[in-house]
């Protein structure tokens, strides 16, 4: 392992270190927080030989760019968007080799999604709070770049021209960030049931996403119905991805740093499957919500995950025929606090 110096030459409108979030910290009243497009930033750190969960870099709106002083081995989801190193294109979602003093630059499409991930290989010296790097800003721990950052890293490099052909050839789930509405899968909660005529109106009606959203949930102009009862709803927690009435004509979208429902009627919960898309949608993205069961859901989900996996699978086999196996790949998150 070697320490890497990453100078940061350009940021996005918010660009921070990221992971895929706290585990049981929400019983102490701390939101799971992470990326918001769990599925792209799992794919980037797998592409680079890091564990799913290992801190990486969100970035949201406008360029990114780095010049690392050793070889890196980087890879770039999430939205879709032009990559280059040194001027020279190379291709996202894939692997992709950054020598030392080239810059690597991210110009992403706004139009199509909000948010890319650059993974690269190694472990970020990225400060902590309850184990996990995620920012939470109503706590105060917002972890934006400076302008310098470390990395810890076993990659040693390798020869390949960025106009040869490309090195990977792997089966990597790419998120479809399509043209037009994108269309969410929900299943029914216990709030449809007190609200007669929600399920058909959300299932026929378009929703935008207004510039009044946030990290907390995506809240969405569109037409809505309340329950036909003043009966009080305790407030209790709440799923990633559930569909909300506020007393407001709206419909919230809770996120993953939502807290509890506040009272309001949970009508239906999004499919962990559709979760990547409600992380890349910004303000003006039209979404179409259609009801599925809750077989079909976990169905989707599952599929998800064996795509993962193979994915895994297809990366140990092909770092291991560079000669790789047992560096890049890191069976332990270790704190490198001390390099900040």
């Given at each position: ?11 996005g ?8 979030g ?42 990114l ?7 890196v ?17 190379v ?10 003093g080239q ?21 970020f ?10 920012p ?15 990395l810890e ?7 390949h021209?960025?106009?040869?052909p ?6 990597v ?31 026929r ?8 959203s ?28 559930a ?8 419909l ?17 919960v ?36 064996r795509?993962?996996?193979t ?14 196996a ?15």
């Amino acid at each position: 392992m070697r320490t890497v110096g990453l100078d940061i030459t350009r940021t996005g409108w918010v660009t921070t270190f990221q992971d895929l979030g706290r585990h049981d910290t929400e019983r102490r009243g701390v939101p799971t927080g992470g990326a918001a497009d769990q599925h792209s930033a799992a794919v980037a750190n797998i592409l680079v030989g890091n564990p799913r969960g290992a801190t990486l870099i969100e970035n949201l709106g406008a360029d990114l760019a780095f010049v690392p002083d050793a070889d890196v081995l980087a890879a770039v989801t999430g939205a879709p968007c032009r990559v280059t190193i040194g001027g020279a294109p190379v291709d996202s979602w894939s692997p992709v080799l950054v020598s030392a003093g080239q810059e690597i630059r991210v110009r992403a499409d706004l139009g199509l999604g909000a948010r890319n991930y650059l993974a690269v290989s190694g472990v970020f010296a990225a400060k902590t709070l309850l184990g996990s790097t995620a920012p939470d800003p109503r706590m105060g721990f917002t972890q934006e770049l400076g302008q310098r950052v470390l990395l810890e890293s076993g990659f040693r490099g390798f020869g390949h021209s960025h106009f040869a052909p490309p090195l990977f050839r792997l089966p990597v789930p790419v998120l479809r960030c399509p043209e037009g509405p994108w269309v969410i899968d929900i299943v029914e909660s216990y709030g449809a049931r007190s609200t007669p005529g929600v399920r058909e109106l959300i299932a026929r009606s378009p929703y935008t996403v207004t510039t009044r959203s946030n990290h907390v949930g995506l809240r969405l102009d569109g037409p809505v119905l309340h329950p036909d009862t003043d009966a009080e709803i305790v407030s209790h927690g709440v799923p990633i991805g559930a569909l909300q009435i506020p007393h407001a004509d709206e419909l919230i979208v809770l996120g993953r740093y939502r807290s509890l429902t506040a009272g309001y009627p949970i009508v239906g919960v999004a499919s962990r499957a559709s979760l990547p898309l409600l992380g890349q949608s910004g303000p003006g993205r039209e979404l179409r919500f259609r009801w599925v069961d809750r077989e079909t859901s976990v169905r989707r989900s599952a599929e998800r995950e064996r795509e993962l996996r193979t994915l895994e699978r297809a990366t140990n086999e092909a770092f291991g025929a560079l000669g790789f196996a047992g560096h890049l790949i890191h069976p332990q998150m270790r704190n490198y606090s001390h390099l900040i």
